[in-house]
């Protein structure tokens, strides 16, 4: 006896077959998502965008500075005298800058660049302010970094018209960067959003427009 195989029961091997594969080619895409309206040359449009100044002073007049308590150590030890004398002539230890160390860093990180030129080489999407090395972004598994803030988990995320880079420091303390176009395609907006400890949420919007004068 010939025995013939349904062609019925081959549908749920052929379904997962499919499935798999779609699965890895979305996969894929993900990591390799085109650069879509995000790339080219931008100048920045000043009547559109936040006025940077007037955000972070509005920002530090409302800072809440650390208070600062003094201990009196009382003891008949001497070594315990010493070390207590010795702390109180190195001064308060501050974990937050006091406000116009705050508002000189708020004023540095925010510079905004006046043109733009947005690339993607491969997998990673390079950014170019004009002004020093380019910054480079590549989304994938987050990773660390250490600077004058402390250490932070950066996580990329990229979708054709959009990047988003965020910067987590913990206690409080974050940095997010949100390069968007707008739906028509003629504007990128670009919002910077900071946190600190006693610092309301500041965030500065930088709009731009297609360079027509760039080469």
């Given at each position: ?41 931008w100048a920045l449009v000043e009547a559109e965008s936040s006025d940077v100044a007037a ?161």
């Amino acid at each position: 006896m010939t025995t013939v195989s349904s062609p019925v029961r081959r549908w749920p091997v052929c379904l997962l077959a499919l499935a798999w594969l779609a699965g890895g080619l979305g996969t894929a895409l993900a990591a390799q998502a085109p650069c879509g309206k995000l790339c080219g040359s931008w100048a920045l449009v000043e009547a559109e965008s936040s006025d940077v100044a007037a955000v972070i002073a509005d920002a530090v007049a409302g800072y809440k500075e650390e208070k600062i308590r003094t201990v009196r150590h009382r003891s008949a030890d001497l070594a315990v005298m010493a070390q207590a004398e010795l702390e109180e002539s190195l001064g308060p230890l501050r974990m937050r800058p006091q406000r116009d160390d705050l508002h000189k860093q708020l004023t540095q990180q925010l510079v905004i660049p006046e043109h733009l030129r947005v690339s993607l080489a491969e997998t990673i999407v390079v950014v170019d302010e004009q002004r020093g090395s380019p910054r480079r972004f590549e989304a994938g598994e987050p990773y660390s970094r250490v600077d004058s803030i402390g250490t932070a988990k950066i996580t990329i995320r990229r979708q054709p018209d959009e990047l988003l880079v965020s910067e987590d420091y913990g206690r409080s303390r974050s940095n997010r960067e949100l390069y968007k176009v707008a739906p028509k395609g003629n504007r990128l907006v670009v919002t910077r959003t900071i946190e600190r400890p006693g610092l309301k949420t500041l965030s500065v919007r930088s709009v731009y427009a297609p360079d027509v004068a760039a080469p």
